[in-house]
């Protein structure tokens, strides 16, 4: 099962010709599932080789503009170019993002005029006020739940984080899940991350033929962990014929922040084979970045280095920070290369990869030989 990111927006603030708006795409077993949705992004999904009617999930990290300007605009034109079938019903898709997202969302189409033709959802994450300064909190009645549903609306949840590990559960099939937790920024602000089931280990086919197990439905039963009685009585076990099981992959992706809030973090990211983390300012700027909820690389790279992760990628950088193929040193003074190397002195030893963004990139997470312990 092929799993892949793809940033369509690197940038902050607004979109610019260089860096669009925060926006990434993940991909796994034939779905799409966006992550943040910063004005233009649909403009970015038409010049990548993406599908917007492939996306069934969004994440929105918190509701500054930069993440979420975009959403509207984007369900309209997918629900545009959608040719439902007449005897089969077009697919949901579930929206993720903090209190407020939902009322957002209605009142943008109902104002527009903005009519539908797929069901959606909207499940709201509850922050606590440990998540931004006080005058960051949202008013309640801004968040406040009233109105009736829109006519392709579906009730959705209010989420709240497990007490234990005070991570928030957002998606949990037999594929996936997909966990969020705290970070604090200006406004209250989630990350995400998506874990692979573990698979079942490798089956040894040699040893099910010299026990005359032919293949078929057996081997598939046996994959599913089921015993089998065979023609002799014997009962056979999965121990004895599979591997061991195979961990999963697993994509971190943080939304804004100057910190974690609490250590759900490291529950939900720990050993990740991907983290994608926001660097907006350098590390010469780092009281700047801070003052207004950012981070910058090295405070990213710490973050990465606690969780263990194989890859940092940087996003979310400061306009100033154009590209690395399209800066031109006798104008700009601003070197994006230079914030991988302040990451990559604090990950030095710890094998983890440092990697830029930039709109268009994808990076292919390969599925190794993890044997679960």
Known sequence: ??????????????????????????????????FDCGEGTQTQLMKSPLRASKISKVFISHLHGDHLFGLPGLLCTISM????????????????????????????????????????????????????????????????EGGILLPQERPGRTLHPDPNTECFTLVD??????????????????????????????????????????????????????SLTLDDGRVLTPSEVLDPPVKGRKVCVFGDCCRPV??????????ADLLVHEATLEDGQQEKAVEHGHSTPSMAAAIAKDCGVKMLVLSH?????KPEGLRREEEDEDDVTEMKR?????????????????????LTVNLEKRVMQ
């Open 1 to 34: 099962m092929s799993m892949d990111v793809t940033f369509l927006g690197s940038g902050s603030a607004y979109p610019s010709p260089q860096r669009g708006a925060s926006a990434l795409v993940l991909r796994i077993d034939g779905e799409s599932f966006l």
């Open 81 to 144: 170019n959608l040719s439902p079938l007449p005897d089969r019903s077009p697919p949901l898709i579930d929206i993720f993002g903090p209190c407020g997202l939902r009322r957002f969302l209605r009142v943008s189409l109902q104002l527009s005029g903005s009519q539908l033709i797929f069901p959606y959802a909207v499940h709201e994450l509850v922050p606590s006020d440990d998540q931004c300064p006080e005058e960051g909190r949202i008013d309640p009645e801004l968040t406040r």
């Open 173 to 226: 099939d037999k594929l996936i899940l997909v966990k969020a937790f705290k970070l604090f920024h200006r406004i209250p602000s989630f990350g995400f991350s998506l874990e692979e089931k573990e698979r079942p280990g490798r089956l040894n086919t040699e040893l099910l033929k010299e026990l005359g197990v032919k293949p078929g439905p057996f081997y598939g039963r046996l994959k599913n962990r089921e």
């Open 262 to 271: 609490g250590k759900a973090y490291k529950h939900a990211c720990e050993g």
């Open 317 to 321: 950088f400061s306009q100033r920070y």
């Open 342 to 362: 302040q990451a990559e002195g604090i990950l030095q030893g710890s094998g983890t990869e440092v990697v830029l963004a930039q709109d268009f990139l994808t």
